[in-house]
């Protein structure tokens, strides 16, 4: 299957979507405004030259996928600068998880990657995973009224990422975006996404399904994205937040030696003539001001900076904390963790005090406290007769450090 359009002469957006099986690839290149797509260039699926690219649904020769792929999108003229792919379905795990609805969105970030390494039993470093908050989870309630957020989650393994990534290095294409084959179905299903194109050029696309709906990604929202987008959003603001930082920097630096210069001049003509004696006393507070808007920005930076610190420091801690409570000691039940800021606090339940006293000094051992964890509860919890085992209920309390 072959099919080519005229390329439009002026366009702002030119996409790929590529969808790469085990002997063959399907592609659609889509060309449009940055509001919504308005042509199908190309739709196209062209067998592999060796079969042992592609096995198992993981690309095992990326490099040379990618030279393959650029050579095909030079010789058709499109200027793409936007890649899109997806994974086979059998390679993802899906996760809900359960969270207090008062965590920042790092903290969620954290705990929801914590859940879904110890549900697989790997390292994060193995995983990549992308989760959204479930819809439906607050279409009953009010969201103010919420305590509990549910998450879904969706993971697959970083090495096949990795493939894909090195894939559209190789093909020269910036690789924007990487899902499942199934969601890249569902967009080619709803009419709004459909209505901008065509009707002739959408019926040839709808062959190579997926690789259209990956392509109508470029213009529309996506559930789940498996690359590190969020890290890579996180690096961007830091970066504008230092150009920032160097930006007040160099102002203060031109404004301390353009209020050197307007003393200077002002000291000469008030020697000269008294009659200049207001412009510069105007000056002089037009500096004083510029001065004080500099001192103000860096006070702010240096702010932010230390709330930066504060919180990385945080997220350590908290990492370390798990980690007891992960690993467990025996005969104790972790209810609840609740931290609000430094202040840390954990319900639970233990078959007795001493199984309590073992999981508390645990976690005094570690050098994360301000002020070390310690009981502001221990008692035995009545329960009727004959119902089982006694239990041992218990409130901890502690308050963290300001960097570790």
Not at 75 to 93: E, K, P, R, S
């Amino acid at each position: 299957m072959h099919w080519k359009s005229w390329r439009p002469s002026m366009r702002s957006r030119c996409v790929l979507g590529l969808d790469v099986e085990l002997t063959a690839c399907r592609w659609v290149v889509l060309s449009g405004s940055q509001a919504q797509p308005e042509r199908v260039c190309c739709v196209e699926e062209l067998q592999l030259p060796a079969n042992d690219w592609v096995k198992q649904g993981h690309v095992w020769c990326a490099q040379e996928l990618g030279q393959w792929l650029r050579h095909h999108v030079q010789q058709g003229g499109y200027d793409v600068d936007g890649l899109y792919v997806c994974v086979d379905d059998a390679c993802i795990t899906q996760h809900v998880v359960t969270l207090t609805a008062d965590l920042s969105e790092d903290d969620v970030t954290f705990q929801v990657l914590a859940e879904v390494q110890a549900a697989l039993g790997v390292s994060a470093a193995d995983l990549s995973v992308d989760f959204g908050l479930d819809a439906s989870s607050v279409a009953s309630e009010p969201e103010a009224h919420l305590r509990m957020r549910v998450y879904r989650a969706e993971a697959v393994s970083r090495f096949r990422v990795d493939a894909l990534q090195r894939m559209a290095k190789a093909a020269g294409i910036p690789l924007c975006a990487v899902e499942s084959r199934s969601e890249a179905i569902r967009r080619t299903q709803a009419p709004e996404s459909l209505r901008a194109l065509p009707a002739v050029e959408v019926g040839m696309a709808l062959q190579c399904d997926a690789a259209l709906g990956l392509a109508l990604g470029a213009w529309g929202s996506r559930t789940f994205n498996f690359l590190p987008h969020r890290a890579l959003a996180d690096i961007a603001l830091r970066q504008a937040w230092w150009l920032g930082v160097v930006a007040c920097v160099v102002g203060g630096a031109f404004l301390a030696t353009g209020f050197a210069l307007v003393m200077a001049a002002s000291t000469a003509v008030t020697v000269g003539s008294l009659t200049n004696h207001d412009a510069i006393a105007a000056a002089h507070q037009a500096a004083q001001f510029a001065h004080a808007q500099a001192q103000a920005e860096q006070e702010r930076a240096l702010q932010h900076t230390q709330w930066r610190q504060t919180r990385d420091a945080w997220h350590q801690q908290t990492w370390q904390w798990a980690r007891v409570l992960d690993q467990g000691a025996q005969g104790v039940w972790v209810l609840r963790v609740e931290q609000q800021g430094a202040r840390w606090g954990m319900h639970g339940e233990a078959l007795s005090s001493a199984h309590a006293t073992q999981l508390l000094e645990q976690l005094q051992a570690l050098a994360i406290w301000k002020k070390p964890p310690a009981f502001s509860q221990l008692h035995l919890k009545i329960v009727p007769v004959n119902t089982g085992l006694p239990v041992w209920q218990f409130r901890m309390e502690a308050e963290l450090k300001d960097s570790v």
